[in-house]
């Protein structure tokens, strides 16, 4: 039977925020008192930055023992509108003091985005301590996209792929990076995605078909207006 979500906080867009943020500092905290560090593998898109900017004011978050990884990235240069990299500067990392050599952010721009995917695949460890998703219209996680070829993928940690959505190349973790994650977190937000989380939490499981569904056994904090349709999995 597939898994069920560890937990399903569902809030209103500004609760949310707060809701996701405090859930990652306790995720990290535990983490570096356990280990005496921790790695965070960032998501991309726009949800996450009301959270980004929450995390930035958590004065809980030992910052100096992180390590800040990415889920994915656009092929796009760091400065460019569309770049995750810069969403989470301009919402956490550059108001937050991890060292900058603990920032490794995805090279998506390089020309060989094959050898760019390889070399990041270097810096993934065995385990991400706290793995961020988001869920796009299509049920896509991360830039694993329905369908996709990347979806089958169990050894390599970070390929390239084509994404339908632009810009049309993406660097994305793989399948096995999401199972080896120690603590999961998917934020949802948008009255738009209710359909596909609906299908996500509650519907036959087939991350082919839905790849936000390697994640469904993480926390999940779905904004009010997302959450309108679920029923089973909130009884
Ligand atoms: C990306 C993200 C992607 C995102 C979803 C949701 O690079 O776009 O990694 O998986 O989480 O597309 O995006 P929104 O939060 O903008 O709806």
Same mark, same amino acid.
């Given at each position: 039977m597939p898994s069920q979500p560890e937990r399903i906080v569902i809030e209103s867009r500004a609760e949310l925020a707060a809701a996701a943020a405090s859930w990652i500092a306790a995720m990290l905290s535990d983490t570096i008192h356990q280990r005496g560090q921790a790695?965070?593998?960032l998501s991309g898109g726009s949800?996450?930055?009301?959270?980004?900017?929450?995390?930035?004011?958590?004065?809980d978050v030992l910052w100096s023992a992180l390590t800040v990884l990415f889920g994915d990235e656009r092929a796009v240069p760091p400065t460019d509108p569309a770049s995750n990299y810069r969403m989470a500067c301009e919402s956490l990392l550059?108001?937050?003091?991890?060292?900058?050599?603990?920032?490794?952010?995805m090279q998506a721009e390089?020309?060989?985005?094959?050898?760019? %995917? +390889?070399?990041? @695949?270097?810096? $993934?460890?065995?385990?991400?301590?706290?793995?961020?998703?988001?869920?796009?219209?299509?049920?896509?996680?991360?830039?694993?996209?329905?369908?996709?070829a990347a979806l089958d993928e169990r050894e390599r940690l970070v390929v390239p792929v084509q994404?339908?959505?632009?810009?049309?190349?993406?660097?994305?973790?793989t399948p096995p990076v999401i199972a080896a994650a120690r603590h999961v977190a998917v934020i949802v937000g948008g009255a738009d995605k209710a359909g596909v989380l609906v299908r996500a939490l509650e519907g036959p499981f087939d991350p082919h078909v839905l790849p936000?569904?390697? %994640? +469904?056994?993480? @926390?999940?904090? $779905?904004?009010?207006?997302a959450a309108a349709n679920l029923h089973r999995v909130l009884q």
């Open positions: 790695t965070i593998a949800t996450p930055r009301a959270t980004y900017h929450e995390l930035a004011t958590r004065s550059d108001h937050v003091p991890v060292a900058r050599s603990h920032i490794h952010r390089r020309a060989d985005l094959d050898a760019a %995917a +390889r070399d990041y @695949a270097r810096l $993934v460890p065995d385990h991400i301590d706290v793995l961020l998703l988001g869920i796009g219209p299509d049920g896509h996680t991360a830039s694993l996209f329905p369908g996709a994404s339908p959505f632009p810009p049309p190349m993406r660097l994305t973790i936000v569904q390697l %994640a +469904r056994r993480g @926390a999940w904090f $779905v904004e009010r207006e």
